[in-house]
């Protein structure tokens, strides 16, 4: 039998309150449903960390993980060490997704 990929979707999230919400939507809303949603709130001094939380208990796919600020590039490389998937997407809150980026 074949196995379905898991894709980890990362998501480093900073000050971004505003968006958040409708990136990880956009996530959610995707037809391939074999996903791991890995939120990394970099620090944020606004409510972006609490909005992950609260995010999170909406789908049990969303993990959540709190950091100290290091940067972009810090925050992507905490959710890679994270990720359990066989496939790794990185993606910025501020964008999200237009539009179905997998299938299988």
Not at 2 to 27: A, R, W
Request: overall charge neutral; proline content about 2%.
């Amino acid at each position: 039998m074949k196995k379905t990929p898991l894709i980890s979707v990362i998501v480093p999230v900073f000050n971004v309150q505003e968006y958040v919400g409708k990136c990880v939507m956009s996530i959610r809303k995707q037809t391939y449903e074999h996903l791991e949603i890995v939120l990394i709130d970099d620090g944020s001094t606004d409510l972006s960390g609490l909005l992950c939380d609260k995010i999170k208990k909406l789908d049990a796919r969303i993990q959540v993980i709190h950091k100290e600020n290091g940067g972009l590039s810090s925050a992507r490389n905490a959710g890679i060490d994270y990720a359990h998937g066989d496939f790794l997407f990185l993606l910025t809150a501020t964008t999200g997704l237009t539009r179905i980026h997998w299938n299988y």
